[in-house]
């Protein structure tokens, strides 16, 4: 859409669905579901705020149904608006024969200038390997019209962990499985602590540092750990990370450059080959589909408009599990590790007004900061509206501004927002 606006002649191929992940089989159709348990949680807890109901009844064809509706809405209204720009849309699977040209089913096109946009698809492995019936992907559970009485997950990653906190809000009982010592590796490891001890008091079984060495399915899941430990469920969800999609694109007849299977580019979003540029999972730079949105702009206006390069200075990583988890900028470790003269400061929610009216008082906002300038250098935030209320340190990582530039902004009250100006304040 960028590039059509600064008057380019723009043509998309796409083999499945416009909106491709995010849309279609992730952060959409997650969120919606996620909606749906968050007005059952506030039924749930009614009688604390002095409102009885009575029995309460899950209809989860209702809320698939809702999702696809949503989906479907948001993808008309996405063909609507490439096509009032102007964009033409070829449904069919694309492969480079030069740097010049691309083959789509037997179709040949000529462009002056390519984008790379093919997204990331899920990691499998000659041991964990879906059968799509009781060993699924995300998106074999987003189609899912009954609740499994248990789940086991294996991956506590972002993905997993979602599914973790939908699945244990309807009442599945859920194992999460992780490689790794620490569930959701790359978070802060104070709040993954602070995490992990809340799912725990949830009813959610952890599994850390636990290898898997086999996967049976026959009715229901067996999983066999190194450990000797077995875990059986109903069913499991397999997400053991993501990799970029470029398989059967042609891109060494292009001659663009890849390291393993993902493609190259410089700080421009340029391959090695002038006319070629890729963005997003295919990158393998991070998977989320805000960068992927801010590098296609970034690219076109490469191309078409004025120079300029990707920063990554300031880049907000949500997870929207119950309570949910924002991040951006540096964490804790990350500051130790490169040597920063750093000062961590954190605020708990519990000590907002409006946390306690909202019944909602799990979680804190932690800040890192330079000793010596105050700057703000990272953020992390645990609790309610994590995912909202992160963006205020996005800007303030953005415009390099310090503990004491936001300690002078005027937070309205009674918010949970205000936890921001409580935790700068300290840090002053």
Do not use: W
Not at 12 to 37: A, Q, Y
Not at 38 to 67: C, M, N, S, T, Y
Not at 403 to 410: E, P, R
């Amino acid at each position: 859409m960028r590039a059509a606006e600064l008057g380019a002649k723009v043509c998309i191929i796409e083999k499945r669905l416009l909106g491709g992940t995010c849309l279609n089989i992730g952060c959409i159709p997650t969120k919606t579901i996620m909606r749906s348990l968050d007005i059952l949680q506030e039924i749930k807890r009614a009688p604390e705020f002095g409102i009885d109901i009575g029995d309460l009844k899950v209809d989860i064809k209702k809320i698939q149904r809702r999702k696809a509706e949503i989906v479907l809405k948001l993808r008309q209204g996405l063909e609507s608006l490439l096509k009032s720009k102007g964009i033409e849309v070829l449904k069919g699977t694309a492969s480079f024969s030069d740097s010049q040209h691309i083959d789509v089913d037997g179709k040949k096109i000529t462009s002056k200038y390519f984008l790379i946009t093919t997204g990331s698809m899920s990691i499998e492995s000659d041991t964990l390997r879906p059968d799509h019936n009781l060993v699924l992907l995300s998106e074999d559970l987003l189609r899912l019209d009954k609740i499994p009485k248990s789940i086991a997950i294996i991956g506590g990653g972002a993905i997993g962990c979602e599914f973790a906190s939908i699945y244990n809000r309807l009442g599945s009982d859920v194992t999460i499985i992780e490689l790794k010592e620490q569930l959701l590796p790359k978070t802060d490891k104070e709040i993954a602590r602070r995490f992990e001890a809340s799912l725990k008091k949830k009813g959610i079984n952890i599994f850390k540092g636990a290898r898997v060495s086999s996967v049976e399915a026959k009715g229901s899941v067996s999983i066999a750990l190194d450990s000797g430990e077995s875990i059986e469920a109903d069913i499991a969800l397999l997400c053991i990370g993501r990799i970029p999609n470029t398989a059967g694109l042609g891109l060494d007849k292009a001659g663009v450059k890849t390291e393993g299977s993902k493609v190259l580019v410089d700080e421009h979003l340029r391959t090695n080959i002038s006319n070629i540029y890729a963005v997003g999972d295919v990158t393998g730079r991070n998977y989320l589909a805000h960068t992927a949105s801010y590098e296609g702009i970034v690219a076109v206006e490469n191309i078409f408009g004025s120079p300029c390069a990707a920063d990554y200075s300031a880049v907000p990583e949500c997870i929207y599990t119950y309570p949910g988890i924002g991040s951006v900028g540096i964490t804790e470790e990350a500051a130790k590790e490169s040597g920063i003269e750093y000062s961590a400061t954190k605020f708990p929610l519990a000590a907002l007004s409006m946390a306690h009216v909202l019944g909602e008082t799990e979680g804190l906002i932690k800040i890192i900061s330079d000793a010596k300038t105050g700057r703000i250098l990272g953020a992390q935030i645990f609790g309610l509206h994590a995912s909202e209320l992160i963006s205020n340190f996005v800007i303030a990582i953005k415009q390099k501004m310090t503990t004491k530039d936001l300690s002078d902004v005027i937070f309205p009250h009674p918010t949970i927002s205000e936890g921001i100006l409580e935790t700068v304040y300290r840090a002053r």
